[in-house]
Structure formats: C-alpha cells, structure tokens
C-alpha cells in the first residue's frame, strides 16, 4: 500500500507569505494528524482529524493556522502569514479507526521562513 | 499536562556495542508508551509499543524496551548495534483513551565504525 505523502518535501518563503501544505493519508485511514517539530525541539500535536471533522486542534499554535480535510481524504495545511517562528518540519499521520492502531507518519515538509 | 525527557540529546557509540536510550514521562493518569525512530530522509517508523501486559516489549529490528512505573521510566536497548541503526529515535506517551501522541526532544544515535 502507499504510505502517507506529503507535500511539498520542502518549502522556503518569507515572511508574510502564505503556504498551504498537503497531506495524503493511507487510504481508508479515517485519522489523520498534524504535527510539527521546532529545530532541536520535540515533536508537538498540531490537530486531528476524523474524516472531515475536526477532533482536537487544540495544539493549533494561533489563527494563521488553518486545516481542512476536504470529504475525509487529504488534508491541507495553510500558514497565513508565516512568521519566522513557523519554520519547523511540519508531520502528518494517519491510522486506522481502530483503537491504539500505530500511526504512520509521511516523511514531513520542512518549512523554512526568511 | 504530560511530558516526556529524553535524556541525551545525541549517543555516539561503537559498531557492534550495546546502546540505551533513557526515556523518562511525568503524567498523573495512566498512559501508553511508545518509540519511534525517524532514519536519514524518511518519516517516524514505530519501533515498539507499551500498552499492558509483560513490562519488557521486544520491538522491530531487534530493539526492546522496559517500562519501569516507579521509575516512570521507558528506556530503550539494543545488545549490539549496526551502522543501519543511525537515526534519530523519539520517545513518546499517550493517556489511555485519548488520541494524541506526546513526543520527547529525541536521541540522534550515531554508530561509529
């Protein structure tokens, strides 16, 4: 099966601008998460989602942060503006709606803002 | 609120030598425990997994580790480690019913020749 994908694998933009990072669970995953890491920091929950709604987004930073998981497939991560403080490795992951299932990550974005 | 301490930041060591990584987690309900590793250029990978039972979890690519509750602790071990090991390794917690992942700073494991 495919795993999880994401893109763009990286992204440079100045501050102020705007990006939107997508995200392509493993077909069939009804969860799908958010997360981010920090240069050298831990790896912090962003937000989850089941299908379309969402469960959890309490770890959403501020309002420049939007997501959307249009018809519960992939999802889609918009940054608007980007401060310099948003630049980080940005995660999604995905499982099954089964209880405790392992979460599959996709390879990240790495997100630089200047 | 739960967090976890990774220990060490890096680990150097030597092909072929023993390795443990130390986790430790505060939290004042129970939780799940698990490590991820994440190789050069990929995505996390799970490596192995608490939920209940033995307290000693075997995981893949012949890692194990041992929950400790008095120790809040979840060190992970490996006897003898392999240059393929190099990676970045994270420990991580969840409350028992909840579904987000809490994630340590991580471990880069550096095997040297």
């Known amino acids: 099966e495919a795993g999880v994908t994401q893109f763009p694998s990286h992204s440079v933009i100045e501050k102020g601008q705007t990006v939107t990072l997508r995200c392509d669970p493993i077909?069939?995953?009804?969860?799908l998460y958010w997360y981010r890491r920090v240069m050298g920091k831990e790896i912090k929950f962003l937000l989850h989602?089941?299908?379309?709604?969402?469960?959890?987004e309490s770890g959403m930073p501020n309002n420049r942060f939007l997501a959307e998981r249009t018809g519960g497939t992939y999802s889609t991560l918009k940054v608007q503006p980007a401060e310099l403080e948003d630049s980080g490795v940005y995660f999604c992951a995905s499982s099954p709606r089964v209880y405790n299932s392992p979460l599959h990550f996709g390879n990240g974005t790495r997100l630089t803002v200047t | 609120a739960q967090s976890v301490t990774q220990l060490d930041s890096q680990v150097p060591v030597f092909e072929e030598a023993p390795v443990e990584l130390r986790c430790n987690y505060s939290?004042?309900?129970?939780?799940?425990l698990f490590w991820y590793v994440q190789y050069p250029n990929q995505g996390l990978q799970l490596l192995l997994k608490?939920?209940?039972?033995?307290?000693l979890v075997k995981g893949i690519n012949g890692f194990e580790a041992e929950f400790n509750k008095s120790q809040t602790s979840f060190h992970l071990r490996k006897p003898s480690v392999h240059i393929s090991d190099t990676a970045e390794y994270f420990c991580a917690v969840k409350i028992q019913g909840a579904q987000k992942l809490v994630f340590g700073q991580g471990t880069r494991l550096t095997i040297n020749p």
């Open positions: 077909s069939g995953h009804d969860n």
């Open positions: 608490y939920l209940s039972g033995s307290t």
């Open positions: 939290s004042s309900v129970s939780v799940y």
């Open positions: 989602f089941v299908k379309e709604s969402k469960q959890d």
